[in-house]
């Protein structure tokens, strides 16, 4: 994952709430973009494709545009250590959503 931003500040933190995601991949080809806006709220990237970002070139390879949402947060008592979360949602040519990917550092990949 290479965009990120950080923030210490309480009202920056991100969360990634996963629970839609079975919705989600049962809305391939029939959900819109408002409807993953509705479900999964503003992403935190977008890309148009082709891309030339690592992070979104793949993806492209057979969608028109890319979302994706992250969330860092500390693991445990180490504060050296942090969980990753990322879901990606692409979209065909008519916009809608065309796969949905969603990965956990501390999980087996939800793919």
């Known amino acids: 994952m290479s965009c990120y931003s950080w923030s210490s500040?309480?009202?920056?933190?991100t969360k990634l709430d996963l629970k839609n995601l079975g919705?989600?991949?049962?809305g391939l080809g029939k959900l819109t973009k408002?409807?993953?806006l509705q479900m999964v709220g503003?992403?935190?990237?977008k890309?148009?494709?082709?891309?030339?970002?690592?992070?979104?070139?793949?993806?492209c390879a057979k969608n028109t545009e890319v979302w994706g949402w992250y969330m860092r947060d500390r693991s445990g008592f180490n504060p050296?250590?942090?969980?990753?979360?990322a879901l990606y949602i692409s979209f065909d040519a008519s916009g809608?959503?065309?796969?949905?990917?969603?990965?956990?550092t501390n999980e087996k990949p939800y793919k």
């Open 80 to 85: 050296a250590i942090f969980n990753w979360s």
């Open 23 to 26: 919705k989600l991949r049962a």
């Open 34 to 36: 408002d409807d993953v």
């Open 47 to 59: 890309a148009l494709c082709p891309s030339m970002i690592d992070e979104f070139k793949e993806k």
């Open 96 to 104: 809608n959503i065309s796969s949905v990917e969603a990965e956990n």
């Open 42 to 45: 503003k992403p935190n990237s």
């Open 9 to 13: 500040f309480n009202e920056d933190k």
